[in-house]
């Protein structure tokens, strides 16, 4: 068994290549609309599917950056390609 899946993210999100994830539930940076924005790949229970969800990224005084998960930009679908190999 592989240590990560390749997700494909359905949607707004859909002309991006498919995404590297490792386990549930996992973050990564990715570019929306010419910005660094935080992208969650999570499988929800609930639904019994793979989802997606954009975050925008601030910036504190001290110059760190964070996400405000109650901020979310876009979210939608997602599903795993079984056959694919990465680039």
Known sequence: MSD???IKC???M???DPYKVYGED???LV???DKMHDLN???DDIKDSWRWTVYPLHKN???TWYTD???KVAHGDAVVLEDYEGH
């Open 26 to 28: 996992d973050w990564m």
């Open 10 to 12: 359905l949607g707004d």
């Open 61 to 63: 005084a001290d110059g």
């Open 4 to 6: 990560h899946t390749y």
């Open 41 to 43: 790949i999570w499988w």
């Open 69 to 71: 998960a109650r901020l």
């Open 14 to 16: 859909s002309g991006y």
């Open 31 to 33: 570019m929306w609309n």
